[in-house]
């Protein structure tokens, strides 16, 4: 991979701007190993190392720093113009990063029992709430006798939404998807193992990771993907392909689900009462277009899912901070009252 230029691998006047007049080199990060971070520059390929007390798990595939060329250290993390995260899978309050600095999330199911609206509005509150552009690509459109149907169900989803049905092994379809992965653009892919996600990236890209069919019984798939990293598309931009997400915890995406749920969120400022639950108050907006067959009560029970969701993993994440805090500051006192013991 040679002869790109910084503009080539999306920077921007806005990185250009924050980085001023340092000295140091920018990179962007490429995969983000346990002990190093593989970034692309103009120059090539580097490999970078952080200070000391510095966590790769504090960087993202898409991130854009600034390195010092002759010790490979990273000396500056550039504020991300988007992130995706999520909360870590498993009972652990913490949040995980996915990718940074991605114009477009590809949420990419398919046309067959995998698609699925309620998953599909979660991903579009996780692309809503890390400032994404979303795109639905409906993959296996060439086996489906109806696929049009499947498009138009993802695009009432959300007035934000674009939906793309197309066949993933077909060169002239993926063309299509050209606008959101050319030349300084960078596209995400997430969706669940088995709906084409390996097949999307290898004919976006060129290259020729192998995949695994999917199983008869559910239409699901097995993982092909084991981790993220930035790939170069042959439109000129670029791809970060995920591994299939078995779970997807939304935190701190109020914003995201409202905008995502936005024909409820008018509706309950609408409502008698501004605590209205939408169940049984008088004067509830909500209700009465329920009552009347223009909103699905499936689609209020799903919006309030994600709501309590949102607020509890938000919650516990601040308070598993909090406590984190509390206990860092407890040892720095005791090791300042040692010192002085010494001292004395």
């Known amino acids: 991979m040679t002869n790109l230029t910084l503009s080539d691998l999306g920077w921007s006047a806005r990185f250009r701007a924050e980085a001023g007049d340092d000295t ?15 970034a692309l520059t103009p120059s090539g390929a580097v490999s970078l190392t952080l200070p000391g007390g510095q966590s790769t798990g504090d960087y993202a595939v898409g991130d854009w720093v600034l390195f010092d060329p002759a010790t490979g250290r990273v000396t500056r993390l550039l504020e991300r113009q988007t992130a995706i995260r ?16 991605v114009d477009t999330l590809g949420i990419v199911t398919s046309c067959n029992a995998d698609f699925n609206i309620a998953r599909l509005e979660r991903y579009l509150a996780l692309a809503e709430a890390s400032n994404c552009l979303p795109l639905v690509i409906l ?31 077909d060169a002239s379809e ?6 959101w992965c050319g030349t300084g653009q ?7 193992s088995g709906v084409g996600k390996t097949t999307l990236s290898n004919g976006l890209t060129g290259r020729g990771d192998a995949t695994r069919d999917i199983r008869e019984d559910d239409a699901k ?11 170069r598309t042959l439109a000129g931009g670029w791809l970060i392909d995920t591994p299939g997400m078995r779970e997807l915890q939304l935190t701190d995406a109020a ?21 209205c639950r939408h169940e049984t108050e008088p004067g509830c907006a909500v ?41 860092g500051k407890m040892v720095r006192s005791v090791k300042a009252l040692k010192r002085l013991d010494r001292r004395d």
Not at 147 to 154: F, G, H, V
């Open 287 to 327: 209700q009465a277009d329920i009552a009347e067959g223009r909103l699905d009560s499936d689609r209020l029970a799903r919006w309030r899912k994600l709501q309590r969701e949102d607020a509890r993993n938000s919650e516990s994440i601040a308070e598993a901070r909090a406590r984190d805090k509390g206990f």
């Open 255 to 275: 914003e995201g689900i409202d905008s995502v749920f936005s024909d409820i969120s008018e509706l309950a400022a609408q409502c008698r009462f501004s605590d």
């Open 174 to 179: 993926l063309e299509r998807l050209s606008p």
């Open 139 to 169: 993959t296996k459109a060439d086996e489906s006798e109806t696929p049009d149907d499947y498009r138009r169900k993802a695009e009432r989803l959300s007035p934000l939404v674009s939906a793309l049905a197309l066949n993933a092994r």
């Open 221 to 231: 798939g097995r993982h092909t993907t084991t981790s993220r990293a930035l790939h």
């Open 186 to 192: 960078t596209l995400a892919l997430v969706g669940s």
């Open 86 to 101: 999520r909360k870590a899978a498993g009972r652990e309050a913490k949040r995980q990063l996915i990718a940074a600095n």
């Open 24 to 38: 140091a080199a920018p990179a962007r990060i490429a995969s983000v190993a346990r002990d190093r971070l593989e």
